[in-house]
């Protein structure tokens, strides 16, 4: 699709248009509009999740509001449903499948989704594309999440009883009263267990029930674990060791599965990439690489989560066509040729599409967001667009200023609480702010005076 185009932050004389503004038209989630969306809503801490926490944000925690919020873009819907199958005992299945997407691309989401769908298969019947989707029965569920897991003192999990290591917890979740006594010895002296003990730890232990394995930061936790010795080894070596066999293990079973999260870059993965990379290879004979968000399909996921009901398809269809007029318009007076204004109606067709399935947002905010400050190690794909939009959408509603669409010409700036979560996304506030202040939104900004002097220039030569 072109790119020589207004896209880029370009807006319409809205009384040219008659367009009304969408703070008008589209109806806010409650919590975007009275902005107390918090930074725990959109960062699932999957530990908190499974333990059930109440601190966890509801949206979070219960599946039911879960999947109220969630929109199953199709890889997280063949995800689910394969998953699900393979808990029920059907062959063929890829059963150890590793998510390892950038920074903040909706690993922790799909976890949470596999954990709360194996849960309660029921609460997946609220998304109509779900309803046929495989039930499994009652499912022994086990979480590992890294970061919470301390790798010297581990967890105190009765009066009695301190699980020691990543085996151990494992076990004492899938049964505490069958599966944990299998690897009771060693997670007393933190050796891994084998093969044959992990087999029996995922069918005798479950008591013949499915097992879904969940781990969360495992590289976060190894790099804790280089520092527990073990006799002549590490822990860290031995939770490797474990790793790969319960890989192993899992992809030969008859109804088990398991997922991990692995990070992305270097920054993310404490600057350890060797560690990140072995990790890695561990799993590489058994394992399937997955993608949850891909192209447009955030756009569902904002609107699912930041406006209170899908916006009105004939309102949205208006204001794509609308707009594609106008654009339309522009590029035929620059096409030369039959042929290029061929291709002008076929990109305005395209455009008129990604209006309409985009609105009220703009898709040149959402193409920014993805193609140029993905580039920036810091933003979160999903939860920092998120995070960012919703700040938008509750400063317009609250203050005014909406437009048609919110693209990149229509952030509220100006706004200290949307600058400040502009440049916290992008890991920039502490370097840009003044900058913003001083020339751009500031009472006596650089830019202002500038304007105003062209302004004068205009005046006195007409």
């Known amino acids: 699709?072109?790119?020589?185009?207004?896209?880029?932050?370009?807006?319409?004389?809205?009384?040219?248009?008659?367009?009304?503004?969408?703070?008008?038209?589209?109806?806010?989630?409650?919590?975007?509009?009275?902005?107390?969306?918090?930074?725990?809503?959109?960062?699932?801490?999957?530990?908190?999740?499974?333990?059930?926490?109440?601190?966890?944000?509801?949206?979070?925690?219960?599946?039911?509001?879960?999947?109220?919020?969630?929109?199953?873009?199709?890889?997280l819907a063949r995800l689910l449903s394969e998953v699900l199958a393979a808990l029920s005992g059907q062959s063929g299945l890829d059963r150890v499948l590793k998510l390892r997407t950038p920074f903040g691309g909706g690993k922790s989401h799909t976890l949470a989704s596999l954990l709360h769908a194996a849960r309660k298969r029921s609460a997946l019947n609220l998304i109509p594309e779900a309803a046929g989707f495989p039930d499994p029965g009652p499912v022994a569920t086990a979480v590992f999440d890294g970061e919470k897991f301390d790798a010297l003192q581990g967890k105190r999990v009765s009066p009695e009883v301190t699980v020691r290591t990543m085996w151990g917890w494992i076990a004492w979740q899938i049964d505490p009263e069958n599966a944990f006594p299998l690897v009771a010895d060693h997670d007393r002296d933190r050796v891994a267990p084998g093969g044959d003990v992990i087999r029996s730890m995922l069918t005798e232990?479950?008591?013949?029930?499915?097992?879904?394995?969940?781990?969360?930061?495992?590289?976060?936790?190894?790099?804790?674990?280089?520092?527990?010795?073990?006799?002549?080894?590490?822990?860290?070596?031995?939770?490797?060791?474990?790793?790969?066999?319960?890989?192993?293990?899992?992809?030969?079973?008859?109804?088990?599965?398991?997922?991990?999260?692995?990070?992305?870059?270097?920054?993310?993965?404490?600057?350890?990439?060797?560690?990140?990379?072995?990790?890695?290879?561990?799993?590489?004979?058994?394992?399937?690489?997955?993608?949850?968000?891909?192209?447009?399909?955030?756009?569902?996921?904002?609107?699912?989560?930041?406006?209170?009901?899908?916006?009105?398809?004939?309102?949205?269809?208006?204001?794509?066509?609308?707009?594609?007029?106008?654009?339309?318009?522009?590029?035929?007076?620059?096409?030369?040729?039959?042929?290029?204004?061929?291709?002008?109606?076929?990109?305005?067709?395209?455009?008129?599409?990604?209006?309409?399935?985009?609105?009220?947002?703009?898709?040149?905010?959402?193409?920014?967001?993805?193609?140029?400050?993905?580039?920036?190690?810091?933003?979160?794909?999903?939860?920092?667009?998120?995070?960012?939009?919703?700040?938008?959408?509750?400063a317009l509603k609250k203050n005014g200023g909406a437009q048609a669409l919110l693209g990149p010409g229509d952030i509220p700036i100006k706004d200290a609480e949307v600058r400040l979560k502009l440049l916290k996304e992008l890991g920039a506030q502490n370097d840009y702010d003044p900058v913003i202040v001083a020339d751009i939104v500031g009472p006596n900004a650089r830019a202002r005076r500038i304007d105003d002097r062209l302004a004068a220039c205009r005046i006195m030569c007409i």
């Open 1 to 75: 699709m072109r790119t020589d185009t207004p896209l880029d932050g370009w807006r319409f004389d809205m009384t040219t248009l008659t367009l009304r503004p969408w703070s008008d038209l589209v109806p806010l989630h409650p919590d975007v509009e009275e902005g107390k969306l918090t930074e725990a809503v959109f960062a699932i801490d999957l530990g908190a999740i499974a333990s059930g926490d109440p601190n966890t944000p509801i949206v979070n925690r219960d599946p039911d509001a879960f999947f109220r919020a969630t929109y199953l873009t199709t890889d």
């Open 205 to 394: 232990g479950a008591s013949g029930r499915p097992v879904l394995i969940l781990l969360d930061e495992v590289l976060k936790y190894m790099e804790r674990a280089s520092a527990v010795p073990v006799l002549e080894s590490t822990l860290q070596r031995q939770a490797k060791d474990f790793f790969q066999n319960l890989t192993v293990e899992v992809a030969g079973s008859a109804k088990a599965a398991l997922a991990y999260s692995l990070t992305w870059s270097s920054r993310e993965s404490l600057g350890n990439v060797a560690l990140l990379e072995e990790i890695d290879k561990l799993a590489a004979r058994v394992d399937q690489q997955r993608e949850p968000v891909s192209g447009d399909e955030i756009l569902p996921i904002l609107q699912r989560r930041l406006l209170a009901r899908a916006p009105d398809p004939q309102t949205a269809a208006e204001v794509a066509e609308a707009f594609q007029d106008k654009i339309a318009s522009l590029w035929r007076a620059q096409a030369e040729g039959l042929a290029e204004r061929r291709h002008v109606d076929e990109d305005a067709n395209l455009l008129r599409e990604r209006l309409k399935a985009a609105y009220p947002f703009h898709p040149a905010l959402i193409d920014l967001m993805q193609e140029r400050w993905t580039a920036v190690e810091a933003f979160q794909r999903t939860r920092g667009a998120l995070r960012f939009l919703a700040s938008c959408l509750h």
